[in-house]
Structure formats: C-alpha cells, structure tokens
C-alpha cells in the first residue's frame, strides 16, 4: 500500500509520492504513549467549583474521542502486535521523587503541564484496557519525549529495532516530542493518527500536518494493521 | 515586564499569569538556528523550469517576511548579546560526508527534508548579516533538534547556562525540535516569535501556539531587548 | 581536613595540594552501584564441580573483603546519608527482555561479562542489608556505566545535585565507567575505598591510582563519614 | 587468527577462547584519539627550571615509546585504512571558549588534568604524521570520553558503523574512557596495544588488562593489519 497523501503541509505540496508502508516484524515496536488515568480519564470531583464545571464541559469532546476512537485503536493495535510476537514498549509520565524534584523544568512549571504523579496513584496508571503484560517494556520518564528523558533509545538499538509506530497522547506534546527525537536518532516512525490525539481537533489536524512527512508518516490503523 | 498573553492555546486559556520577562546575564545565552544561506536566501537559478517558478512563487512571502523581519530581528539582537558580553551560540546543517551518511533519517528522506550540504559550500554558511565572531559557538549537526544532534547541552551546563533565547528557522522544524528538547533538558527557553519563521504564516501561527507556555514563552524582540 | 595522598599516580606525584573534603548535603547524592546478589554473595551451588570449587577458591578473598569491610562501610555510609535526610541512589544491572535483546554488547559477551538476570532473580536483588527504602532513586542498567545506560544524569541535573558519593562494584569494571562518565558530565566524584572492592586487591589498587586526582578523589568511610 | 591470550585478567583466566579477529571493512572505523602536539611531543621551554628538567626526565620514556613505536604503528594503520577506503575518526581536546568555561570538570582541575587549549594552538593539533585528510571525520571535545562529550555515537550509528578500531593516549584515561563508553552503546571494540600508550609502561599493561576481553579485544598493529 503506498503511503497516504493525507496531512500534506506547505514543504510536502509538490511531493507524489512518500513510498510504500512496509512493516518488518523482526526490526518494528510499538510505543504507546501516556495513555495513563491522569490524562485520558475523566477526573472524577466530588464538589465540583464552577471552574471544575467549566473544564469538564471544554475537555468533553477530547474525552468521548479518546473513548469512541483513541483507546478502542490502541487496543487493536496492541493485540496484533502481541498476536505477532512483536515487541511492545509503553512510556509514562512518573516523578520519582515524592517532592517531585526529579521532573525536568518543562513539567514543574504552573498551568496545564505542571505534573506530579507517583508510582501507585491512581492517576499514573496505564489505563486497564491497556495494561502492559509480561515481557513488555515500560518507560518512566519526567520529560515529554521518551528519547530525551530515558534510555528507550539504547535498548531500541541493543534489540535490533529500527521503526518504531507511535500512538497515544498528547499528539502535540508528548507525542510529537518523542516523534521528533526518534526520527532525529534515525528510527523509521509510523504515528498512527487515530491512536493519537490531542486536546482538540484543530490541534490534531495542524500537529500532524506539522510531523507528517518530515519526521514520521501519519498513517491509520486499518492501514497500519493492514500492513503488519 | 509581565508575559504576554498572545498564542495562548486551548491547554493554558485558563490561566491568566505567566510570570515576568527576566534574563540572568549570566546564565542566558542565544541560540541563532539555521540562519544559512540554503534556508533563507531565495535561490538563484539560470534556467528555471516551470516548476522552479511556482516554488520560487510559493515562498516567496517567506523570503520577504525573512528579509523585512526576521533577518533585522536576529540583527538587533546578536548586537544586544554582544554588547552585552552574553553568550552567543549559532547551529547549521552540514553533512560532514561527501556521501552524506553521517546525516539523520529525517535529513536522508526525499522531498524537502532531503538536506546535504557540505562546510564550505555557499548553501551551509550562515548569512553575513549574522556571521559569528570570535568567542561564539557554532554547533554543525546532521539532525533537527540541535540537543540531540550536538553536544550543546553539555557545553552550556559546562558554562553556567539554564536560560536560552531561541531564534531562527523553520519555525515547525529544527526551531521547534531544539525548544522542545532543550525544556526537556531543563532549561528555560524564551522563543522570539519575529526572529523565526515557518514556511508560511499560518505554520507559524500553529506552532508557536503548540510550543508556548508549555516548552517556553513566546515573546517579541522589544520585549526582550525590555528584558536585558 | 585535606583530601589525602593515597593512590598517587605518576601523573600526579608533583602535585601537592589536591584541597579540602567538603560535602554539601543539599548537591551531594550517594550512588551505591551493583551490590547485588549474583555480584557480592558466594553462589550456592549442590553438587559443584572441580570448576565450580576452583572458581569458589580463586574468588574466597573477595567475598570475603566483602563481607568484612565493603559492605559493612556501605551500610555506615547509607545509615549516615539517610539520617541526613540526603539524596540516596542505587544501580543496578538488570535485562529488561527475556531474551537478554535489550543488553548492551558489552554485557552479551561470553565469560565473566555476559550477564542475564531479569527482574525477580534472587541475583538480581540488592543484597538486603542496603535494600532501598521509599524515595530513594532506583537505575535500572544493562550497562556498565550507570550514565550511559540510564537517565540518572538528568534526574541528578533536575534535583540540584552537582556532586555524588560512589560505592559498589565492580571497581574496574561499572563502578569506573561510572566514576569516568559522571566526571565528564562534570560532576564532583568522591569514591569510598573500602565501600568498593575490585576481584583482587591488586585490581582495587591500580584502578584507584588510575581513577584517583583525574575522574575521582579516592577517600575512605572514615573520612567521608568526618565531612558530611 | 584467534585472538590472542596476552593481558589476561584475573576475570578472564579460566576462559579459553575469545574468538576470532575479523573486520568488516563496511562497518568497521578508526578512531584515532588525542595524537595532539601537547600530548605526545617533548615541550620546548627556553629556560627550564629545575622542576622542568625533573619533569622533562620523568616523562623521556614516554616520549620515546611514542616516537619508536607508538607514532610509527598509527602512521601504518591510517595508511591501510586509507587504502582500504575505510572510515577514519580523529579525536581531539579543545577548548571552545576563550575562557575554557565549556571544558567538563574534570579538565577544569588543577595539577595534571588541567587542559586549555584553544583551536589553532600548536599544543592543539593533531601531529602532522597524521594530519586528517578531506572526508575523515574530527571530533572536538572537553571531556576524556569521545562518546560523552561529542556526537560520534550518533554519526556512527547513522554511517552504519558498528566496530571501532582505537588508538592513541593515554591508554588509562581518554582512550579507557572512550573504549567503555563505545562498548556500553554497543560498539566492538579493537583497542591497539603497540598503537596507544599512557604515561608508564606499567600502567599501559594495568589498565589493558582491565579493558581487555570486557570493553574491547587488545591486539597488536601486525594482527590487526593482517585482519584487514
């Protein structure tokens, strides 16, 4: 199947044609990430304030998304690679520290990306429809790409991977973040835009034109399953 | 000054401070990426073919905005830095292989991220408005982000640097990929908004949204010349 | 008090003043590497072979140092961290992979370096006198140096530590790599002589005269203990 | 040629074979490290004080052990690389900033290990028996490993390199540093033991005893050249 034409940017215009998508078993992972409670559940608030209200009312549409496409996508993503004996790694957003100092500055700041989760609360659970099994590799990391922030770069090489497909959350932050670097440490990437999403769908659209073609190629699940 | 409340994205709408513009000189140094003669400069073509006129045609408001803005910009303030006695540093993209091996996946695809340019050829040279002086740092990479491609990070904890003014092009690309993992890198990065550039303004728009207040603060050069 | 001028090495014999033993106990992080059951506790074997029992005879000496000093020393100095309240981190070697895939050449090898322990092996534990208590930082490597194979240089950056504390083992083997690579992250390394142990005491003397001035300053518990 | 049974370590003494020496031409580079004139050429001080003289006397054998044998093995194996149109790296140490502010800390010392010297120094250059030629690959650091300090792993990684044949000084610091660095991000390792020297002959045989058959093979230019 030859790659898509979808999510072409002003640099890709005048390009035909961007291959054909191939997938080797042997050399490919899978790296779903984030897809923790914290950032893909709806935050359950026992007296909701007004703002609460407010915030629930605006994340809705993200999270009814996540719930009728994003997660259902990984999940079939997720048993074809486990049914192929492929290899499968998950990152994570954990502070390993109970002050939360270990977190890199770009997630100790006010606003929407102040993080602090620990291993065992709630929020920082993979959510259970995605729970890793055994041989399956996670990664826990204070950072928002997964290369910069551990040694997911390292062992992708020791084993022999040179593609990685990527889903999970946030498509322009974490997403994007890890997207960037992998394709900066020559890894073939495979981001999957319907196992992907971010807060909105204005911003999904344009973090994804942004990446297409440069530093991976935005594909689906029926053609990324169809290849495998 | 207080920071301003442009490119607010829907993550940070709710929040209404961001904290003041400060610079440390000391520990604050200036980042000028791909500023070369290959990216910026319209190219010159003796016999253009019907397809080298609409590409000259579509980037054209590109090379105007570089010439009436961005250029002057990045201008005011490498002269501010330097009268200031700050650290300057500069990033390229070289190929230091004839055969351009040593280039990144995402510089060894085909279309317009196919980049090979050599040390010495007049497409990898920094423009002469901004060409560096003696005692500032050029980092030559085969990659977008200049963190991953590059010992800078090493260098500027070496020299005392958590703060860094980030200009140059595109904006969407290595702009984008070196704020992203230089906050992953904890430091703070102050991102000029008419001292880079996208392909096209609405690029522009989309990634200064995506990047701000989360990866750094978007802020204009007044507001930073304010600053220092 | 004056760091000593034990272990001098031709490269530093003319020098006569290598400073003071100061400790910052906000900067200053412990790092107790590889003490780990496969590496410090003699192997329970049911029917050895003449192989087995030479290779029990030629080793005898090092559990034994071992368990008379090294371990004893690390205990002292972990106590004396904790009662501080100091930053306390610990490395270990552990595959990730049934398969071993995700080891590094280096310890895929055969002989005394391939090593595969996996997560749950008794060899895999830290030995239970040192086991690690809340907040205090776990590395997970299939390297020798926890540098190289781990995130414990940017964690280290983000908590504000610009100096560690070095015990374990192997001498020569991680805890040098680890010694060498922290030093050239620039930071401050003080290596416990009798909280590390090489295979053979001739081994622990020449890498400490090689590591001693240049990588490290080589100080004793007693020593450390009087600093904190 | 099986690989030899010289500098056994005390780790090593029951294993019996370690191979074969075989090189694949395609992914095999040299790494030449630090032959710079401040390293391996006698200093010239016009009026020697009686520390110098004690000095220059010290370090004769050093120079000479260079000059016989250390130099000449180096000349032999650039020139078959070059014949063979194989891959060559030079490392060097040099300081980026006038005032040595981007030197890692352990060139930032008093005593032996205090390094600056700047680009265009003569204490900087490579000697001129090896001087680089065009499409052969320099790398600039401030620290003691190659790896830690520059971007050869990645460029590596990207030209399809997977075994490095290293030579240079000295043997216990820079050229140890680099071996265990390149070996734990999974290189083979050839380290060339007439090709690379520390400061005594004692500690030269000291730490390739350490190094061999973990990091890296210890062989001599004649097997080497005959593996070629």
Not at 9 to 28: A, N, V
Not at 35 to 56: C, G, H, L
Not at 106 to 130: R, Y
Request: hydrophobic residues 40%.
């Amino acid at each position: 199947m030859r790659v898509n034409d979808r999510y072409l940017s002003f640099y890709y215009e005048p390009d035909t044609d961007m291959g054909e998508i191939t997938i080797d078993r042997e050399k490919t992972a899978l790296l779903i990430i984030d897809m923790q409670q914290v950032f893909i559940t709806r935050p359950k608030i026992e007296n909701p304030t007004e703002s609460d209200r407010y915030q629930a009312e605006r994340w809705e549409p993200f999270f009814k998304k996540i719930d009728d496409t994003v997660l259902p996508c990984n999940k079939r993503i997720l048993d074809a690679f486990r049914a192929n004996h492929m290899n499968v790694c998950f990152a994570k957003i954990i502070s390993r520290k109970k002050d939360g100092s270990d977190r890199s500055l770009d997630q100790k700041g006010t606003g929407f990306n102040a993080l602090h989760v620990m291993e065992g609360d709630w929020g920082g659970d993979i959510v259970p429809e995605l729970a890793p099994q055994e041989d399956e590799l996670i990664f826990t990391k204070t950072t928002d790409s997964v290369v910069t922030g551990t040694n997911l770069r390292l062992l992708l090489n020791n084993m022999g991977i040179d593609t990685v497909v990527v889903t999970g959350v946030l498509t322009d932050q974490c997403v994007s973040s890890t997207v960037r670097t992998l394709a900066d440490e020559s890894f073939k990437v495979w981001l999957v835009e319907d196992a992907c999403m971010a807060a909105t769908e204005e911003i999904q659209r344009n973090e994804l034109e942004i990446l297409n073609n440069i530093y991976c190629h935005v594909i689906n699940t029926e053609e990324l399953l169809a290849a495998l």
